[in-house]
C-alpha cells in the first residue's frame, strides 16, 4: 500500500511541477536577450510555415566549430533547439570552421548555405604553405526535407571555393525576389559579390556581360551581408568594423531594384557599453501579413573573457516616414511575444 501512495505522491509532484511550469510559461511576455543559451553567432532568422528559425554559427575556435544547431519559436518567445543539423561528419570536404549559414526553400526542399575552412588566396597575408587545411573550402551547400533536417551535401564541393573581385567566399546570404529569382550574396574582406543562382542551386547564370559575380561593395562595407524588401525598397545590410572587437556595427543602404547601386546611409547598429558590444553579422524577420520587424544579430555580453564569446539576441527594427531605419535599442528584455496569424 505505501508503494502506490508513493507512486501517487510522485505523479502528484511530475504533474504539479509540469502544471507550474507551463504557468510559467504562459507568463512569458518578452523573449529576453540572449534568446537562447550558448555561444551562438552570425544567425539567420527566417520564417516557415508558422515557425520561426534562427540558424546562427557555433561560436568557438576554428577547429571546434564543426556543426551547426538550430532553433525553432511559435512566439519568438520559446525556442526549441535542433541539434547537430549539419556538421564536418556529412560534409566531407569540410574541416573545420564551419560559419554564417543561410537557408532558403525551393520546391518543397531546404538548402542550407554555409561558409567552412576559411579558405585563403595563394599568396595573401594569411596563406600558409605547410597548413593545407584553408587551402580548399569556400561556400557549401546542404540539403533536406524539412528546416530542421537531416541535411546532406548537396554538391560534395564548394559552391564558389575561389576568390572573385577580391572577395572570400564566405559570409553568403540567399535572397528570393519577388520574380521568384534566387540571388546570392556573399563576401569577405570588404568585398561583396552578387550572383544569380540557376534553377538547381548548381552554379549561376551569367550576367549580360558573361561575368559570373557582379561587384556591389559599397562605402564601410567589410562582411556578412544582408538583404530584405519592404514596401517595394530593398535594404540591403552589412557589418563593419573587425568582428573580433568593439568595433563591430551593422550599417545599410536603399535601392528600388536588387541590383542596387547601394549608397550607404549610416549605421543602426552597433556597441552600447550598458548593454553589450561588437554587436553585428545580423539578419531580419518579418511576422508574415504585417509590418512587425526584427533584427537578428549576435553580441558581445559584459564583461567579455573570449574572442568567441557571442550570443543571439533580436530586438525590434523600426522605420521612419521616408522608408529609412531608425537606430536600433539594443535591450535584455528582447521583443514581446508573436504568434503568426493563419493566411
Keep these: 500500500m505505501k508503494v502506490y501512495r508513493l507512486t501517487y505522491l510522485l505523479i502528484v509532484i511530475a504533474v504539479s511541477s509540469c502544471l507550474s ?10 523573449s529576453g536577450n540572449p534568446i537562447f543559451p550558448g555561444w551562438y553567432a552570425d544567425p539567420e532568422g527566417i520564417v516557415f510555415g508558422d515557425e520561426y528559425w534562427v540558424y546562427p554559427t557555433f561560436s568557438a575556435k576554428y577547429e571546434d566549430q564543426v556543426f551547426f544547431d538550430a532553433f525553432s519559436s511559435k512566439d519568438l518567445i520559446r525556442w526549441e533547439k535542433h541539434e547537430r543539423i549539419l556538421d564536418t561528419s556529412i560534409i566531407k570536404w569540410a574541416k573545420q570552421a564551419l560559419w554564417a549559414p543561410s537557408i532558403t526553400e525551393k520546391n518543397d526542399k531546404y538548402y542550407f548555405f554555409f561558409s567552412a575552412n576559411d579558405v585563403q588566396k595563394p599568396g595573401g597575408s594569411y596563406w600558409n604553405e605547410e597548413d593545407a587545411i584553408n587551402h580548399h573550402g569556400g561556400i557549401g551547400i546542404a540539403v533536406a526535407d524539412s528546416p530542421s533536417g537531416p541535411f546532406t551535401d548537396y554538391l560534395g564541393k564548394p559552391l564558389i571555393g575561389e576568390f572573385h573581385n577580391g572577395a572570400q567566399p564566405i559570409d553568403q546570404f540567399v535572397f528570393k525576389d519577388i520574380d521568384d529569382t534566387y540571388y546570392l550574396f556573399y563576401g569577405g574582406w570588404g568585398h561583396c559579390n552578387l550572383a544569380i543562382l540557376n534553377d538547381d542551386f548548381t552554379g549561376f547564370v551569367p550576367w549580360s556581360n558573361d561575368l559570373l559575380f557582379k561587384e556591389i561593395t559599397p562605402k564601410g562595407y567589410v562582411e556578412g551581408p544582408f538583404m530584405f524588401r519592404r514596401n517595394n525598397i530593398y535594404y540591403f545590410m552589412w557589418s563593419e568594423g573587425d568582428w573580433g572587437n568593439d ?8 535601392a528600388k531594384t536588387v541590383t542596387g547601386p547601394y549608397e550607404r546611409i549610416g549605421t543602426i ?5 550598458k548593454i553589450a558590444t561588437g554587436a553585428g553579422h545580423n539578419s531580419v524577420i518579418n511576422t508574415p501579413n504585417s509590418d512587425n520587424w526584427y533584427i537578428v544579430y549576435h553580441r558581445r555580453p559584459i564583461p567579455n573573457e573570449g574572442r568567441d564569446h557571442r550570443v543571439t539576441c533580436i530586438d525590434k527594427l523600426e522605420f521612419n516616414e521616408d522608408g529609412t531605419i531608425k537606430q536600433v535599442k539594443m535591450t535584455f528584455e528582447g521583443v514581446k511575444k508573436s504568434i503568426m496569424k493563419n493566411n
Excluded at 21 to 30: A, L
Excluded at 247 to 254: G, L, S
Aim: charged letters at 30%; a negative charge; zero cysteines.
Design 247 to 254: 568595433t563591430y556595427k551593422v550599417a545599410y543602404a536603399m
Design 21 to 30: 511550469q507551463e504557468k510559467q510559461n504562459e507568463d512569458f511576455t518578452n
Design 269 to 273: 547598429l552597433q556597441s552600447d557599453k
